[in-house]
């Protein structure tokens, strides 16, 4: 027989409880399911919005492309992808970013790799540095590692969470989706230079004026066939 006092304090604890109050904090996730598991990446959702991907002008101002065109380069840059997927990984862990999109960020800067110079620089701009071509105009970058070393990646993808923020502590009325293909933009452009525009404009300054659809495509394709 359960003695009377634990079945009254039993008892308490349930009207205590059932009028909003937590008594005891549990620092253990609840094992609802086996599948249950904490979000690491609360920046996934933007792989998900409608995108242009990448586009060309042409010299008469025409644009062409597309998501296939994007999904084309990014395929190209898988083999060198996985050779650095682990790093990418793990430094989406660090920051909450889905690693499908620093994998896009670094084929569209510099093909994974394969667009950079023996020092780590980009052909294309001797102020860009490593696989997602950070600005050495802009931070001191880190070059420890080299261009595909754990200390580029963590910083690159430090800097677009600041970015990310910023466009969330500015916008903090639009969508998730939104803010985060602007965070992308303010990335390539630089948040001290980024003007926020429309949603509808986001890539009104950045490079080639695709740069947030690109890597949205190239990430999506990365999430789709599962690579990241």
Sequence with gaps: MVPSSVVLINLFLFVYASNGYVMVENSQP?????????????????IYPLTAGWEQ??????????????????????WRLEKVKSKIVAAGR?????????AAIASRGSAAGYQLNSRGYSYHSTTKYGYMQLSTTRYYVDTSGGPSGQAHFDQA???LKSALEYVEDSRPYWQKAMQVKAGIAAYDVGVQNYII????AIDTETTDKDYSND???RAKYLRRKRIF
């Design 157 to 159: 993808a430090k800097v």
């Design 197 to 200: 525009p429309s949603t509808i």
């Design 30 to 46: 609840p094992s609802l399911s086996p599948s249950w598991q904490p979000s690491r990446h609360p920046y996934a959702d933007t």
């Design 215 to 217: 890597v949205l495509a």
């Design 57 to 78: 002008a042409t010299a008469t101002g025409a644009r062409y492309g597309g998501v296939s065109k994007s999904e084309y380069r990014v395929s190209s840059d898988v």
């Design 94 to 102: 660090l920051t909450g970013i889905d690693p499908a999109i620093l």
